[in-house]
């Protein structure tokens, strides 16, 4: 393929792309194929023999299209948003034209100063600590990750690093494997997936810590788990605090953890993958109020702040805990040596190579504008509490716990089993795609205002559907 022929390719797939997302309202949310319908459709063996371009966007058409769930339809209400804007597609195609790998300075100055650039600049907006920026004069900074999971792992190596160099200072004799086989985790059994599969992952035993009635972890229940693990001879390492759930989007109080945590050296790490962004809006930051006990802080714009994924913003307050745990050396990775605060960010994260992940963030950055996006963020919060307004007009059902956010949690009050079967109904008619939770022991519905595009008539047409649906079983008719 020739830069004449990767124009054209090009220009038919930008225009593809903003077809596909004019016309989004058009097709149902969820694909209506069976499971292999892919694997069957395609040849088995990669052709031998390069072919044109518009073969492939004629099969992008005909196979791929029909078996995609649509994710940034205003039908999609599952798990949480998936970013997506032409201002992130544009930035990945700027950074994949670039093609670098950006794992230290050298290997490519911009992409590592953009990245620092965007995520002060991101720091600043969400009101982030001075002390978690590059641009302070301590040993903060920011950092993209692949996802809040890496995130939270990072966290969790570095934590666990850390407080072996801390304990074999205080007594060398000390053994370090059975400083690491002691070492204890702890989140609340509301977590995501993720923080569990962190504790897994990195080997360290993680306690699911009982939240509170309204989903959130208590600062008694966490100095409770330290001082019982201590009693046993076990060592807290490392704690997890949830600001918006993915069940029900609870906040854990960072003013009663952190206390807590830097009292016994336990590293304290926030996953707001969701929640985060709505804190570049001064109105929900008291939900962070305690942020200047915390040694970690992720979010993902992937999410909420219309970046294509992934990009998962991580600022630490002291990175040189990260370098001491990462920092591996070989002759070929040597580097210029500066005496600015420039990261080589190879020893910020787990891979050794790196995407310029910053150019999108730039890009949404600059054509957003802050009160661009914080009219995003703002929109999405509105069109949940209008949602809200019509389930609770309609006396079938009940909405808790109440939302804070663009997730609202509903049930039928007929009880759990008429819930489900709403739910999967409605699954099943592929016009709408929420996804369950449970909330104080029943089982709940999930709406999560997603789409980039939503408007309150989307609002509307998904909620007759819920409500014809809900007219269906009410009645009785199946
Ligand atoms: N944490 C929370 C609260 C989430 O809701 C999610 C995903 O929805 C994650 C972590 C995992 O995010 P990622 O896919 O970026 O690892």
Known sequence: MDSQQ??????AAIDLVADYIDNIRTRDVLPSVEPGYLVDSLPENAPEQPEEWQ?????FTELILPGTTHWTSPRFH?????????????GNILADGLGVIGFSWLA?????ELEVVTMNWLGKLLGLPEEFLNCSPGRGGGVIQGSASEATLVGLLVSKDKAVRRLTKINPSLDEAEIKNKLVAYTSDQCNSSVEKAGSLGSMRMRLLKADSDGRLRGATLKKAFDEDIAQGLIPCYVVANLGTTGICSFDPLYELGPICNEYNAWLHVDAAYAGSAFICPEYRHLM?????????????????????????MWVKDSSELVKAFDIQRI???????????????HWQMPLGRRFRAMKLWTVLRIYGAEGLRKHIRNHINLAQYFTKLVRNDDRFIVEPEPLM???????????????????NLVKSKKLYMVAATYRGRYIIRFAVCSRMIVKEDIDVSWSFIKQEADVLCNGIQ
């Open 55 to 59: 073969e492939v966007i004629k099969d």
């Open 406 to 424: 663009g997730l609202v949690c509903f049930r039928l009050k007929g009880g759990d089993k008429i819930t489900k079967k709403l739910l999967d």
């Open 6 to 11: 990767f124009r054209d390719f090009g220009k």
């Open 332 to 346: 070929y990775l040597d580097d210029i040596k500066t005496d600015t605060k420039i990261p080589d960010y190879r």
């Open 108 to 112: 490519s100055p911009a992409c590592t």
């Open 78 to 90: 599952a798990f949480f948003p998936s970013g997506s804007s032409y201002a992130s597609i544009v």
């Open 289 to 313: 109020k305690g942020i200047e006990y915390v040694d970690s802080f992720d979010f993902n714009p992937h999410k909420w702040m219309n970046v294509n994924f992934d990009c998962s913003a």
